[in-house]
């Protein structure tokens, strides 16, 4: 008869909590949408349908257990359209990249791994944080001391 009643005490105990642990997860759920999205995932699909402003980044981290063998495409689909609006990255090894947008829209994206665990992050940026973005350079300057014989 006890264990009915410390039963019945707990399940009211919990219902009274239910509000309150509801409220909590939709302030941050609305607040995380709001900055920014995050997918993440171990195999190839299409991303749900979301909308951004312009500037934004999105930021890709791959890894994996089988180094040798992992290869990820990740391309950006119009969300109206379903049409290929561009390739963000592609890769045989595991690392992460940046890429800035200056144009906002409803977009998707379709990711193509194999022996990948990724994770994409897609964030707004104020015009200031976005001045201050600048691209990494592909291999080196001329003037580089790290150049190869010229």
């Given at each position: 008869?006890?264990?009915?009643?410390?039963?019945?005490?707990?399940?009211?105990?919990?219902?009274?909590?239910?509000?309150?642990?509801?409220?909590?997860?939709?302030?941050?759920?609305?607040?995380?949408?709001?900055?920014?999205?995050?997918?993440?995932?171990?195999?190839?699909?299409?991303?749900?349908?979301?909308?951004?402003?312009?500037?934004?980044?999105?930021?890709?981290?791959?890894?994996?257990?089988?180094?040798?063998?992992?290869?990820?495409?990740?391309?950006?689909?119009?969300?109206?359209?379903?049409?290929h609006a561009g390739l963000v990255a592609q890769t045989k090894e595991m690392g992460n990249g940046v890429k800035l947008f200056d144009?906002?829209?409803?977009?998707?994206?379709?990711?193509?791994?194999?022996?990948?665990?990724?994770?994409?992050?897609?964030?707004?940026?104020?015009?200031?944080?976005?001045?201050?973005?600048?691209?990494?350079?592909?291999?080196?300057?001329?003037?580089?001391?790290?150049?190869?014989?010229?």
């Amino acid at each position: 008869m006890s264990h009915r009643t410390s039963t019945s005490r707990q399940r009211r105990n919990a219902a009274s909590w239910l509000p309150l642990l509801a409220l909590a997860l939709s302030v941050s759920v609305s607040k995380a949408e709001e900055q920014s999205l995050e997918f993440t995932g171990s195999s190839s699909m299409t991303t749900p349908k979301f909308t951004v402003e312009a500037p934004w980044i999105l930021d890709w981290r791959v890894f994996s257990d089988f180094p040798q063998s992992v290869s990820i495409e990740i391309a950006l689909l119009d969300g109206i359209t379903g049409l290929h609006a561009g390739l963000v990255a592609q890769t045989k090894e595991m690392g992460n990249g940046v890429k800035l947008f200056d144009e906002g829209g409803t977009y998707q994206l379709r990711i193509d791994s194999d022996l990948a665990r990724w994770q994409i992050l897609v964030k707004e940026l104020t015009k200031e944080e976005a001045e201050l973005y600048t691209p990494k350079q592909k291999g080196f300057r001329r003037d580089s001391p790290f150049r190869q014989g010229q």
